[in-house]
């Protein structure tokens, strides 16, 4: 499965974005998909991960992200409201096997990531 992300950009603090997750090749309902971020300067970290209609959120995040995945269409989505300084970085999507999945090594195939900033 090749993952390509797209939706990145910049907006103000409080603002929202959408960041899609474009995957070509079969079965990809079939895997666990997550999303990371990296800030400068920081290691990668969890965001969010979604398998079957289970989610799971980064604390920092609850209640104003909202991963989501769409199988017909192949995406998955990462619906960011309420933006803060502190979520810029490069997000990049993933997919896996396992679950829970809240760390890089449960995931095999990545995307190219998206910058995401957000102005104060």
């Known amino acids: 499965v090749q993952l390509v992300e797209s939706g990145g950009g910049l907006v103000q603090t409080g603002g929202s974005l959408r960041l899609s997750c474009a995957a070509s090749?079969?079965?990809?309902?079939?895997?666990?998909g997550g999303w990371f971020r990296q800030a400068p300067g920081k290691e990668r970290e969890f965001v969010a991960a979604i398998s079957g209609f289970t989610t799971t959120y980064t604390d920092s995040v609850k209640g104003r992200f909202t991963i989501s995945r769409d199988n017909t269409k192949n995406t998955m989505y990462l619906q960011m409201n309420s933006l803060k300084p502190d979520d810029m970085g490069v997000y990049y999507c993933a997919v896996g096997s396992r679950w829970p999945a809240t760390v890089e090594d449960a995931y095999i195939n990545w995307g190219q990531g998206t910058q995401v900033t957000v102005s104060s």
């Open positions: 090749g079969r079965n990809f309902e079939r895997y666990v």
